[in-house]
């Protein structure tokens, strides 16, 4: 834990030297949108996954050195099987730069796993709100709001990451099982 806490100290000391960037401006947003406009035209599972990828490595990019450091730490250390120390960081990232949507999704991963779903759920709705088009975080967020008997609210997020990605099994399959329940059987 001193570790963390020295490399934590050096990281906010040396912050003025890395001033921390607008991490909204996170990639430019033409090619995210070329992204997702390709991710629109696929055929198939495969080719979506792929621009799914892409679009999640999108995500990541903070334009940050201070904020990517902290996030690669991050991920080392929950790899590393240290999710206290990857905690102790992505809150870390969520301070300096809470305008970092993917921050703010990993902190609701990590708050998820540790059965804290009021603090997840908050957590996907900054999320969302930084960035719309986390198709990701929209269906987790849906997914939550669903557990908890919000059944008119979720379909509505299932169908909003549909519509940014249409090859999302679970909120696909979700949707149509919401659809029957929240809005009956047609005529």
Known sequence: MRIVTAFLILVFCSGAALAVQNPQAQHPASEIDSLFAALAKVDSEEEARSIEDRILTAFLKSDSPTVDLLMTHAAAALHGGKADVAKTLIAAVTRIAPDYAEGW???????????????????LEKTVTLNPRHFEALTELASKVEEYGDKTAALKLYRRALALDPFLEQAGQRVRALEHEVEGQSL
Do not use: F, N
């Open 105 to 123: 999704h990993q902190r609701a991963e990590m708050q998820a796993e540790a059965g804290d779903d009021q603090g997840a759920m908050y957590c």
